[in-house]
């Protein structure tokens, strides 16, 4: 810096000797020295400034007197000091030099939104003549120094909008006697407001301490500032404590802004409350109680008047009305009863009301539409019923109706006025009694409409095609009625639309195919509906989309694999559906995805290892499917989890033991797999209950749960197990050799084959009961021509449903009481068995003198007809039996280990197998009827062989 300063210095010389033949007299040698000082230092402030668009460069050259530089003003021709450095809104980018403490005439130091950062230095503290210091909207850190104190002649000091931190100096304003202007907002002044600040400050007419973390009660001398007219300490949370009462008895104040406090305490009284010239009191979010102070009637020029979030108890005041000139009334989230008086409807001036979160009653007044300013009414969360008058139409300005959460009703004819608002923006009327229709007009309303919400109310019939019309609409909330029908194609048209909801509707039919046209989609919310068919392969283009929920729905088909491309995705929810097959191999695009909820549906396959990719996922439920395979070694990267629920399928292999080092998990369920092995010890394991492990029959450990400690060095293999007891074993090393054969041969199968028991997608029959007559219209009456079997206490036929889908209808007869009791353990346990050799029951139909089944029509036949008739038996070789014995074997195996709380014994291997031909003892009569219901369930279950899976196995 010093070459810069001496080369300036030269360069001055140079053009101005010290030795001239003019004759006019020389000023004095110090003036000189005062003018080299001066450039000096403006070329030291250059030097610390990116100075980015040049605008220094260009003007501020040592050939040209600094005086003639931009934003540089000096005093009187001969004297040619540096009394003004103004350059606002001019990028300087850089720090402040200290060198500008040497400006020894400088009395304005103005340099607004410059782009400066670091300190401000201490050395402005010498600039004694300095009358105006404003900093404000920079990037200027560090604390205020104290030296600043020491400018006496200072009259505007603004320090806005920057990053100032600790406390505000004590001594600061001590020698200021002509301060009037003290702006420190938008800054990270921490610690009191220093009690003292104000003594000698009496001629203050601004102080600004706004949007900071200022604590503790205010100064009491805050109060006692004769020219005080604007004070703003709203935003600083910590600022605590009653308001001293001198506040309210300052005869120039005009702006009072406290909100956004901790302040507490009732108002003073008529005798103590004057605020002659009053125009705008916000007092929003702080803790004053009592009623609202009534002094404010004698406040003729208030035009804003702010006091929501806090405790007034009171009615909504008539005086309100001797305001002429109140413009914005804000008493919401308060405490207010009663309606709305009808002497308020002279507030002509009105352009905000806000009335929301009170207790208000009786119907929205009529004569609000003749405030024709009038750009917000805010009426939500109180008890306002009946209908909403249509006059709200005739005010042309109205920006923002907000009804929610009230007791309204009727129609929504209301809209057809609402054209009218040609810059209505947001409507809420969630939360109502409205019924009806959405109305065909509502395509008419304004254009600049940017949100329409009718969620949580009665209303019914079609999404009206006209809603494309509101080209600009963001957020369409229409969840919680009785809609049906389609989603209008013409929806994909709003090219703005940034949330969808239409939850918990009756809608039905597919997903627009185009509805990857709404490119600002982020949330999609379609859950609790009828929707079916496919989820669109545009899907993946809605690049933007954050939040999807399908959940509950009909879907069925394969997930397309650009969905899970999308990388802003954070919410991923499709459970309860008919979506079926493998999860793609590549999940890991979705890197901010916190909640995945797959459960309930027929995905099949191994969990794909690139789930560990999504390191932020705190929310994995994949239950209730058929997915099988270890838990991926890939999920030890996922260490955010707190719920993971993997329950409810065919997983294999240990638990791993990195689960238990996840600190944030809290909830894991693993029941009813197959995984086997030793159960944890320590995190999760710790707190974990038998039911989140049941129906694993293979592990141990962890005695307090039920489970049998572990055997070192023991390694059970409950497959091979059975092979081994099979009595058609004659030679040991032969039959070894067999069932690893078949072993081999059935593993290699496992993904083909466990595709083939999926429910056909494309008809959706599972979650709805049957009525009699559909199945009367399916079986012909219970035709003979129809009729499958009988056994001992049911009829199956074979009928088409509506849709086309054939299914096996198993007629129970409800005149033996044993038929009541198997109907229901029949459907207790085909409710909770999952295997890949049971079918699951697709539906029943139940009342007082009829009971069904309906289950999947298997059109290979029984086992009983496969194992005896003439044609098969011939062909039916010594490893085909074996294989089918082996699949019998297991589901018993499945159901008496993995379902052992709807079994009773080991006579449920037995029962099965002696339909086979093998064993022949008779049951235990303890627990009879389930054990019939058991084989009853087998029987309508259809075992599927391991030969050929589409034609399963009659178990009868």
Avoid at 30 to 53: I, V
Avoid at 103 to 111: E, G
Avoid at 568 to 575: A, C, Q, R
Wanted: charged share 15%; glycine share 8%; net charge neutral.
């Amino acid at each position: 810096m010093a070459p810069i300063i001496f080369l300036g210095i030269s360069i001055l010389s140079a053009l101005c000797p010290s030795c001239s033949a003019s004759s006019s007299p020389m000023p004095p040698a110090t003036n000189a020295t005062g003018r080299r000082n001066d450039l000096a230092a403006l070329l030291a402030f250059q030097a610390q400034l990116s100075d980015p668009t040049g605008v220094l460069a260009t003007s501020w050259r040592t050939n040209v007197s600094f005086c003639r530089w931009i934003g540089v003003s000096c005093n009187h021709h001969r004297r040619q000091r540096v009394t003004a450095l103004s350059l606002t809104d001019v990028l300087l980018q850089g720090e402040l030099s200290p060198h500008l403490g040497n400006l020894s005439f400088l009395s304005m130091l103005n340099l607004v939104n410059t782009g400066l950062t670091g300190h401000i230095p201490a050395e402005l503290g010498m600039l004694s003549r300095l009358k105006v210091l404003s900093l404000f909207d920079n990037g200027l850190t560090g604390p205020i120094p104290c030296n600043i104190g020491n400018l006496t002649k200072l009259e505007d000091l603004r320090l806005s909008y920057n990053r100032l931190t600790y406390e505000i100096p004590l001594g600061l304003l001590r020698n200021m006697h002509s301060l009037k202007i003290l702006y420190l907002a938008r800054n990270e002044l921490t610690g009191q407001i220093p009690p003292y600040l104000f003594n000698n400050t009496q001629s203050l007419r601004g102080i600004s301490l706004s949007n900071n973390s200022l604590s503790g009660p205010l100064p009491h001398n805050l109060g006692s500032l004769p020219m005080l007219e604007f004070l703003n300490l709203e935003v600083n949370n910590l600022l605590s404590g009653t308001v001293p009462t001198t506040i309210y008895n300052m005869s120039r104040l005009r702006w009072l802004y406290l909100s956004g406090n901790n302040f507490t305490g009732p108002f003073p009284t008529n005798q103590s409350f004057s605020l002659p010239l009053l125009k705008e009191l916000s007092i929003a979010q702080n803790n004053f109680v009592g009623s609202i102070p009534s002094g404010l009637a004698a406040c003729k020029y208030l035009e804003t008047l702010d006091l929501q979030e806090n405790y007034f108890v009171d009615v909504i005041p008539t005086w309100l009305a001797q305001l002429p000139c109140l413009t914005a009334l804000a008493l919401g989230v308060n405490n207010l009863v009663g309606s709305i008086p009808s002497v308020l409807s002279n507030l002509t001036h009105l352009t905000v009301l806000t009335l929301l979160f009170n207790q208000l009653t009786g119907p929205i007044p009529a004569f609000l539409g003749n405030f024709s300013k009038l750009s917000m009414i805010s009426l939500g969360a109180n008890q306002f019923s009946g209908p909403v008058p249509a006059t709200l139409g005739d005010i042309p300005v109205l920006g923002q109706l907000g009804l929610g959460s009230n007791n309204l009703d009727g129609n929504l004819n209301f809209l057809s006025s609402l054209s009218n608002c040609r810059k209505l923006q947001v409507i809420d009327l969630s939360n109502n009694s409205f019924i009806g229709g959405l109305p065909d007009h509502t395509g008419n309303l304004s254009t600049e409409l940017i949100s329409f919400a009718a969620d949580s109310n009665k209303l019914t019939g079609k999404l009206p095609s006209t809603l494309s019309n509101l080209s600009r609409l963001e957020a369409l909330n229409l969840y919680n009625n009785l809609f049906t029908g389609e989603i209008p194609k013409t929806i994909t048209m709003m090219q703005e639309l940034v949330a969808l909801d239409v939850t918990d509707n009756d809608l039905s039919g597919s997903i627009p195919t185009s509805i990857g046209m709404l490119r600002s989609l982020q949330q999609f919310w379609l859950q609790g509906n009828k929707f079916f068919g496919s989820i669109p392969e545009s899907i993946g283009n809605l690049s933007l989309l954050e939040q999807i929920s399908l959940s509950s729905n009909q879907l069925n088909s394969s997930i397309p694999a650009s969905l899970f491309h999308l990388d802003k995705l954070t919410i991923l929810d499709l459970s309860s559906n008919f979506f079926v097959g493998p999860l793609p191999s590549d999940v890991g695009s979705l890197k901010q995805v916190v909640y995945i909820d797959l459960s309930s549906n027929f995905f099949n396959g191994t969990i794909p290892e690139s789930f560990g990719q999504i390191v932020m996922l705190n929310f994995l439920n994949l239950s209730h499917n058929s997915f099988d395979g270890p838990i991926p070694d890939s999920f030890r990267m996922l260490t955010s989890l707190s719920y993971l629920d993997l329950s409810f399928n065919n997983i294999s292999g240990t638990i791993p033991m990195f689960l238990a080092n996840f600190t944030d998990l809290t909830t894991l369920n693993l029941s009813f797999n197959k995984l086997q092995g030793k159960i944890p010890d320590g995190g999760v394991f710790s707190n974990i209950t038998s039911k989140c492990l049941i129906g694993n029959g293979g592990l141990c450990g962890s005695p307090h749960l039920g489970f049998s400690p572990c055997l070192e060095g023991s390694h059970s293999n409950k497959r091979n197990l059975l092979i081994f007891l099979l009595p058609v074993v004659t030679v040991a090393f032969s039959s070894i050799v067999l069932c690893v054969y078949i072993m081999i041969t059935r593993k290699a199968k496992t993904k083909r084959d466990d595709g083939a028991f999926v429910i056909d997608p494309a008809n959706p029959v599972r979650q709805r009961l049957f009525s009699y007559r559909e199945l009367i219209l399916a079986t012909d009456n219970f035709s003979p021509n129809n009729l499958l079997g009988t056994g001992s206490s049911a009829k199956v036929f074979k009928g088409p449903l509506s849709n086309g889908l054939v299914v096996a209808i198993k007629v129970l007869d409800t005149r033996l009481e044993h038929a009541i009791t198997s109907f229901d353990a029949e459907c207790h346990v085909l409710r909770i068995a999952r295997h890949r050799n049971l079918i699951k029951i697709l539906s029943t139909c139940s009342n007082q003198d009829f009971r069904a089944l309906v289950l999947q029509y298997m059109p290979n036949g029984s086992l009983d007809k496969l194992l005896h008739s003439e044609v098969t038996t011939s062909s039916l070789g010594f490893l085909k039996r074996l294989e089918i014995m082996l699949d019998v074997s297991m589901a018993m195996e499945y159901l008496h280990h993995q379902h052992f709380q709807v079994t009773t014994a080991p006579w449920s291997l037995q029962v099965c197998l002696e339909h086979l031909g093998t064993w022949h003892q008779s049951m235990d009569h303890l627990g009879r009827h389930l054990a019939r219901a058991m084989c009853s369930a087998l029987e309508s279950c259809f075992l599927k062989s391991s030969s050929e899976r589409n034609p399963p196995i009659l178990c009868s």
